[in-house]
């Protein structure tokens, strides 16, 4: 089992930035992360992708968050960051790590997506 813990979430008003950080552990099994991403979840709505990132560093990101949100990775750390910046009280929301892990064991590897519990970010004045 893979556990994602976020971090950097908070109060911010428009025009501000953040940078949310999400770490990958699995206590007591040798693992490794490809695709990391941020997806966020806005009241009322569905979860939709912000960001993700490949193994290789390789990126992709949601049209509204173009140019002003940047994800990055440190694959020694097995963390991913988002760092949010020009921030619009639009991009409120939860905002949830994911990652997928691959765990080895004896009898062969176990892949999985996996999700963090969530770091919330409001954008008001």
């Known amino acids: 089992q893979v556990q994602l813990v976020e971090s950097g979430g908070g109060l911010v008003q428009p025009g501000g930035s953040l940078k949310l950080s999400c770490v990958a552990s699995?206590?007591?099994?040798?693992?490794?992360?490809?695709?990391m991403g941020w997806y966020r979840q806005a009241p009322g709505k569905q979860r939709d992708l912000v960001a993700t990132?490949?193994?290789?560093?390789?990126?992709n990101y949601a049209d509204s968050v173009k140019g002003r949100f940047t994800i990055s990775r440190d694959n020694a750390k097995n963390t991913v960051y988002l760092q949010m910046n020009s921030l619009k009280p639009e991009d409120t929301a939860v905002y949830y790590c994911?990652?997928?892990?691959?765990?080895?064991?004896?009898?062969?590897?176990?892949?999985?997506?996996?999700w963090g519990q969530g770091t919330q970010v409001t954008v008001s004045s």
């Open positions: 994911n990652a997928e892990g691959v765990i080895y064991q004896p009898i062969g590897t176990i892949i999985n997506n996996y």
């Open positions: 699995a206590s007591g099994s040798i693992f490794s992360i490809n695709a």
């Open positions: 990132t490949t193994s290789n560093g390789g990126t």
